[in-house]
Nanobody, 130 residues
Framework: QVQLVESGGGLVQAGGSLRLSCAAS????????MGWFRQAPGKEREFVAA??????????GYADPMKGRFTISRDNAKDTVWLQMNSLRPEDTAVYYCALRPNWYDNYEVPIKPGLYDYWGQGTQVTVSS
């Protein structure tokens, strides 16, 4: 059993910053990638960012609206990833979920679809006021 615990969400004004963290624990034999997704009320869960550290090193991927504003990183010693979110906008308001994929995927690409991840956290609310 693998557990993912997110933290760092909250209320922030537009233009502000937040840093989310996700700690993985439990029976973790391997980690291929960890990612962040978000879901706003009435909308589908969407990809935010992901990082994989198998194969030839570390590779990251971002959804287009997040490029240049969000940064995903990991702690080498711990099974923890962070999502630094800058220049936040009201449309970034959502519940943010952490996800983990243990196994290899598609020539070491960064998985961006929710169905490619096996474990999920409970989510942390991010609210950006205008």
């Amino acid at each position: 059993q693998v557990q993912l615990v997110e933290s760092g969400g909250g209320l922030v004004q537009a233009g502000g910053s937040l840093r989310l963290s996700c700690a993985a624990s439990g029976r973790i034999n391997s980690i291929y990638a960890m990612g962040w997704f978000r879901q706003a009320p009435g909308k589908e869960r969407e990809f935010v960012a992901a990082i994989r550290w198998s194969g030839d090193g570390i590779k990251t991927g971002y959804a287009d609206p997040m490029k240049g504003r969000f940064t995903i990183s990991r702690d080498n010693a711990k099974d923890t990833v962070w999502l630094q979110m800058n220049s936040l906008r009201p449309e970034d308001t959502a519940v943010y979920y952490c996800a983990l994929r243990p196994n290899w995927y598609d020539n070491y690409e960064v998985p961006i679809k929710p169905g490619l991840y096996d474990y999920w956290g409970q989510g942390t609310q991010v609210t950006v006021s205008s």
